[in-house]
């Protein structure tokens, strides 16, 4: 055969009446697997509609295609799994689009317009042999990987569900049979190749172990394995749709594309007031109230535990998984919208599904959200829980009735009275707004105190600390006093949303009435509110944390850190400032600056980093004292400490007020000697300021 001839009989050993049973199997497997993505479709469609913006299809197109040729969102912090992952999606990938161009070859070329022979020769068919086999065979490894992982090196986060064995070693069998099946057609047809053995290496290697065989037996066994195989695979393709795990290969792609490009920290505002007087429901209730992008995420879970061993509530012993909440959702729709037969009555998701210790478990921290390949977002899911337990259920733990009064009465979750607002500074040089605007004068920062750093007493530190920074460094400021109120983050995360919308008004509305060129803030919450949520109501601001300001102010040369610090000391990250909003490296190159400190990472940082358990209302709920989460960060700093103090104090820094309370709270309960101390704290030290 001329080399530009080279080619195969596509179904060699086939007979005319196998290759019509084939096709009329091959029929049967894709009308099922046809039927079972139009009953996927069926429930996706099934929720609300969700707004879609064409303008940034093409950003999202190429983050997706990015996404998904590099496995790099599964490679991040995992890179075994990574490798894992993309032998076996590449793999499957290559050997499928292998099969598309057999068919195209021979059902197209050849059957329908008659031809010996299209594009499937020479070079190209070399080409083309190579590739499979190689990547046939990184298959393999790929799904050897994925066996040793959970059943040999028994990853935690892993399950030990049937069906995590039968799917993966399905996968298994069809690679090995489909290479003893070219090794055995290799080695019947070895005089009649006219092309070299590198070109198809795992098959001609494999051919070896039958080349004493007589051609009766070789065509026999071929036969029977061929068939074997092709079912197998048939089998595999009609079954697709209907594994939850393994649709993930269709539905994942599209959740990369349709991913939430808004901000982090910003929740969907709710029509609150159109929905009480058109007697609408608020949150998720049931199946029903999921948007279209939240069936797609239940459709694309794989279960990969991911959210799991990161979540802060799962990690201290409670009940909730992320995981699960999005499995029990998934459950739930595919029970009430079954494969076969009329849809069911939809039952409310709380109590069905989802258990409330579950919803109020959650520390609204992001790292499920964070870790997940596929974005999926357990979080949402929850708060819209929480929304429809709050404003249409009225329950809620007992201790947020007293947050939402403090809030609705006095402005303030911990109920104080507004006219201790101002208490914190007494004694410093602080003006507030009001007295700035009748004297005539501008400020260029809106000093935005909050509610933890006005009130509490161990808070108050901290915005003593700022405001003494600001005058060394001769910056222009003022505060609110008895006029600050809270932005309403507590009571939205919580899942009063109508109580948060009264308040972001209410906030948006004064601040109209000054004017300032930034907002300064210490509390992490109240920055993401500002930058991400007040948008919706027509707030607009440049916002600084004062980790930025400070790093800034260093950085110019208008702060003087004089004195020394002699300790070691580890950071704390805060959720709702890292993760959240990006905000990683200004707080660690303050401490940077300063002399004396020895600073140490902990394993779980920055992204990673493990709440301090306050976010979400959880500071003010009373946790088990077996599960406190403040109390497993506090571990996690003491790892970090070992062996690095040789003699030095030991500390924690902390950028956000909440945190502050959290972990001195878990190194009390810990008899712990490490000292907490915000970044602001520790510069007004270094710069010898007497707070």
């Known amino acids: 055969m001329p080399s530009n001839q080279v080619s195969r009989e596509v179904f060699w050993n086939i007979s005319s009446t196998g290759e019509l049973v084939f096709y009329l199997l091959a029929a049967l497997s894709l009308g099922t697997f046809a039927y079972g993505i139009y009953l996927h479709g069926r429930r996706i469609l099934n929720g609300k509609k969700v707004p879609f913006s064409w303008s940034q299809a093409y950003a999202k197109l190429g983050s997706a295609l990015a996404d998904i040729a590099s496995n790099r ?15 076996i999606m590449w793999g499957f990938v290559v050997l499928f ?16 317009l008659g031809l010996e022979h299209g594009f499937w020769v020479g070079n190209f068919f070399l080409g083309y042999e190579l590739l499979l086999d190689t990547l046939g065979a990184l298959f393999i490894v790929g799904l050897g990987m994925a066996l040793a992982r959970r059943y040999l090196f028994k ?75 092709g079912v197998l695979a048939l089998g595999w393709v009609a079954y697709l749709p209907y594994a939850p795990k393994v649709m993930h290969i269709l539905t994942a792609a599209v959740n990369l594309f349709l991913k939430d490009l808004r901000p982090r920290g910003q929740l969907a505002r709710l029509d609150v007031e159109g929905a009480f007087e058109g007697d609408e429901v608020l949150g998720f209730q049931t199946i029903e109230d999921l948007s279209r992008k939240d069936m797609l995420d239940l459709a694309s879970c794989t279960e990969c535990g991911r959210c799991e061993i990161n979540c802060p509530a799962y990690l201290s012993g409670k009940i909730l998984s992320p995981r699960e909440i999005v499995v029990k959702l998934r459950d739930q729709a595919n029970e009430e919208i079954p494969a076969f037969g009329k849809s069911k009555e939809r039952q409310k998701i709380m109590g069905t599904s989802i258990q409330s210790e579950e919803i109020w478990a959650c520390t609204t921290c992001m790292a499920c959200v964070e870790v997940c390949p596929v974005f999926i ?8 829980l929480r929304r429809h337990e709050v404003m249409m259920q009225d329950k809620y733990p007992e201790t947020f009735a007293e947050v939402f009064g403090g809030a609705q009465k006095r402005g303030n979750p911990w109920n104080q009275h507004p006219t201790v607002r101002l208490d914190w500074a007494k004694g410093l040089e602080v003006k507030t707004m009001a007295e700035v605007q009748e004297a005539g004068d501008t400020v260029d920062y809106l000093f935005w105190v909050g509610c933890s750093a006005a009130f509490d007493a161990r808070n108050q530190k901290i915005a003593r600390s700022v405001a003494q920074i600001l005058n060394a460094a001769g910056i222009c400021f003022a505060v609110l006093g008895e006029e600050e109120t809270c932005t309403g983050d507590p009571v939205r995360r919580i899942g009063h949303e109508y109580l948060y919308q009264i308040q972001a008004e209410t906030v948006v509305e004064m601040l109209s009435n000054y004017s300032f060129s930034k907002i300064l803030t210490l509390c ?126 030991g500390m924690v820094a902390s950028a956000c ?30 710069m010898g300021l007497s707070v």
Not at 74 to 87: D, P, T
Not at 554 to 560: H, R
Not at 612 to 629: H, S, T, Y
């Open 73 to 87: 969102t599964i490679a991040r912090r995992h890179s075994l799994a990574g490798l894992m992952h993309f032998l």
């Open 155 to 229: 990853r935690p986060q892993l399950k030990w569900k049937p069906v995590d064995l039968i799917l993966p070693v399905w996968l298994l069998v069809l690679g090995v049979t489909g290479f003893i099946v070219e090794g055995i057609r290799l080695a019947a047809t070895s005089g009649e190749l006219g092309y070299a053995p590198i070109w198809s290496p795992v098959g001609f290697g494999l051919s070896n172990l039958w080349a004493a065989s007589s051609p009766e037996m070789l065509r026999a066994w071929h036969w029977g394995l061929w068939w074997f195989h």
């Open 524 to 649: 992490p919450h109240c920055f993401n509110t500002f930058k991400n949520e007040y948008v919706d109501f027509g707030g607009h601001y440049e916002i600084v944390h004062h980790t930025e300001l400070i790093k800034d102010l260093l950085d110019q040369g208008k702060l003087e850190l004089s004195k020394s610090i002699d300790g070691v000391i580890t950071y704390h990250d805060s959720c709702y400032l890292g993760r959240h909003n990006g905000i990683f490296d200004q707080p660690r190159e303050v401490l940077k600056h300063i002399p004396g400190l020895e600073i140490v990472e902990m394993e779980q940082s920055r992204e990673r980093g493990m709440c301090c358990g306050a976010g979400g209302g959880l500071m003010w709920i009373e946790e088990d004292p077996d599960k406190r989460v403040n109390e497993r960060r506090v571990d996690q700093v003491h790892e970090a400490m070992t062996g690095k103090q040789k003699g030095k104090a």
């Open 377 to 384: 977002d357990p979080l949402n899911k929850i708060l819209e």
């Open 97 to 112: 689009v292998g099969t598309v161009i057999v068919s195209i070859e021979y059902d197209l070329f050849q059957n329908v």
């Open 657 to 686: 007020p909440f945190c502050m309370t959290m972990m001195e709270d878990g190194l009390a309960a810990r008899k712990s000697d490490l000292q907490d101390k915000d970044i602001a704290e520790l510069v007004a030290e270094a």
